[in-house]
């Protein structure tokens, strides 16, 4: 079976940097994703890492260590917008088909 | 810019109906997908279609789900009788194949189902 782990709660101060854990056990991997949530809003994509290493996208960056079924969530300068829900996720199985994490609720303060 | 729109956005029914789920992917989008959250857990993955067939289907997308795609802008989730449990958040989703392992998938807005 698929599982991917979490912390379930992470609180940051406003213009800090963050960094969200992801532990997975898959079959058939094919890559980490990473989608951000507000409360009562659809999942919003924000990086994918296919590959080993860090993928930067402005204030946030992905990082995968296949070897270590690891990736991370960077958030660089966070604002108080960036109070979220973060879930990771795999495409493994088949293609296409995606198991989310079990989320991490991201408080940032002032 | 283009979105994924669902309806309704909430849907009351009594345990045992059949309820419909409504979506309208993105325009040019050809993977369609349906995931499902009950409040406060994590978003699960129901099934992906494409190519007017289903091609990945999880352990939840039993006999009483169904998908179709009727017409060339629908894309539609079917509960055939209802349960208790089936109350959760239902998340439409499309992406634009590249090429890759993996494409951005564009999520709806989401119908909340109620079964009473």
């Known amino acids: 079976g698929q599982s991917l782990e979490q912390p379930s709660e992470v609180t940051a101060v406003e213009g800090a940097i963050v960094q969200i854990n992801c532990t997975y056990q898959?079959?058939?991997?094919?890559?980490l994703s990473w989608y951000q949530q507000h409360d009562g809003g659809a999942p919003t994509f924000l990086s994918y890492n296919a590959l080993d290493g860090l993928e930067e996208t402005g204030r946030f960056s992905s990082f995968l260590s296949r070897s270590d079924s690891y990736g991370y969530l960077l958030l660089q300068e966070l604002q108080m917008k960036d109070s979220a829900s973060y879930f990771c996720a795999v495409n493994s199985g088949g293609y296409q088909k995606v198991t989310f994490g079990t989320g991490t609720k991201l408080q940032v303060i002032p | 810019e283009p979105e994924v729109t669902q309806t309704p956005s909430h849907q009351v029914t009594q345990m045992g109906q059949e309820v419909i789920l409504r979506c309208v992917p993105i325009?040019?989008?050809?993977?369609f997908y349906w995931y499902r959250q009950i409040l406060g857990q994590k978003v699960e993955f129901l099934v992906s279609f494409y190519n007017n067939e289903i091609s990945e289907k999880s352990e939840i997308f039993d006999d009483q789900f169904s998908v179709e795609r009727p017409d060339g802008s629908n894309f539609t989730l079917k509960i055939r009788s209802t349960k208790l449990e089936d109350s959760a958040m239902y998340f439409c989703?499309?992406?634009?194949?590249?090429?890759?392992?993996?494409?951005?998938?564009?999520f709806g807005p989401g119908t909340r189902l109620t079964v009473l």
């Open positions: 898959t079959s058939g991997f094919y890559g």
């Open positions: 989703a499309s992406s634009l194949p590249t090429g890759s392992s993996t494409d951005t998938q564009y």
């Open positions: 325009s040019n989008h050809l993977y």
